[in-house]
């Protein structure tokens, strides 16, 4: 267990609707990660935040937005969801500002099916 | 443009033997490389983590190699398990920035 929660663990939706993730970081972590990882994809990197700001931006479209939380929790909005969305999207923490330094923590990871 | 290449895609040895796994990458300025586990459906775990100083660097049956000249990595699995069957993830993180380039993975299945 690497102390990092996220839900809903599935979901199962159709085109054109709107979800939300959520994830909880490891007691302590001020830095939240957003991945997403497509069938026989590496993972890929979407956005960081850090002690409640945007701290670096990846490959996010812009039907995704994502915020942290006063708590540190952080959510991550999928609007106008496409076929193509269909991914696990999994949140990492770590006590750093850059990834670089110490170690990512990994949730579950949150299983998205658009049909 | 940073990459991360991994091989082979996917390899299948039996129970009790060893084997070894492949990363190559481009990406600069260089920080660290990881490696990490993942299991079907779970979370990346990880395995082993080297700066650019270190060559070896060992998590009870996992080995870890770099040769930072080369932009090689390999990791070594001894005496394998069936628990061990998973993808196995090579990462290379760029020095100051939270970019961590992640390759395809290696899914390695250890049969009884």
């Known amino acids: 267990d690497s102390g990092v929660t996220q839900t809903p663990k599935h979901l199962i939706t159709a085109t054109g609707q709107r979800v939300t993730l959520r994830c909880s970081p490891r007691?302590?972590?001020?830095?939240v990660y957003w991945y997403q990882q497509s069938l026989d994809q590496g993972l890929q990197f979407l956005i960081q935040?850090?002690?409640?700001?945007?701290?670096a931006k990846g490959n996010i479209l812009e039907r995704f937005s994502a915020q942290q939380f006063p708590d540190l929790h952080s959510e991550l909005n999928l609007s106008s969801l496409e076929l193509g969305d269909s991914a696990l999207y999994f949140c990492a923490s770590s006590p750093y500002p850059t990834a670089d330094t110490g170690e990512l923590f990994f949730g579950e990871g949150s299983r998205l099916t658009v049909l | 443009k940073n990459q991360v290449e991994q091989s082979p895609q996917s390899l299948i040895i039996l129970e009790g033997k060893n084997c070894t796994l492949q990363?190559?990458?481009?990406?600069?300025?260089?920080?660290?490389l990881r490696w990490y586990k993942q299991d079907t459906g779970r979370g990346p775990v990880s395995l082993t983590i080297m700066t650019f100083s270190e060559n070896t660097k060992s998590n009870g049956r996992y080995t870890a190699t770099l040769d930072a000249d080369t932009k090689q990595s390999s990791l070594h699995i001894t005496a394998s398990q069936l628990s061990d069957s998973a993808s196995y993830i090579c990462v290379v993180t760029t020095s100051g920035y939270s970019t961590l380039t992640f390759g395809k993975g290696t899914m390695l299945l250890v049969s009884p």
């Open positions: 935040y850090y002690n409640g700001e945007e701290r």
């Open positions: 007691s302590g972590d001020l830095s």
């Open positions: 990363c190559n990458y481009t990406v600069s300025p260089f920080s660290n």
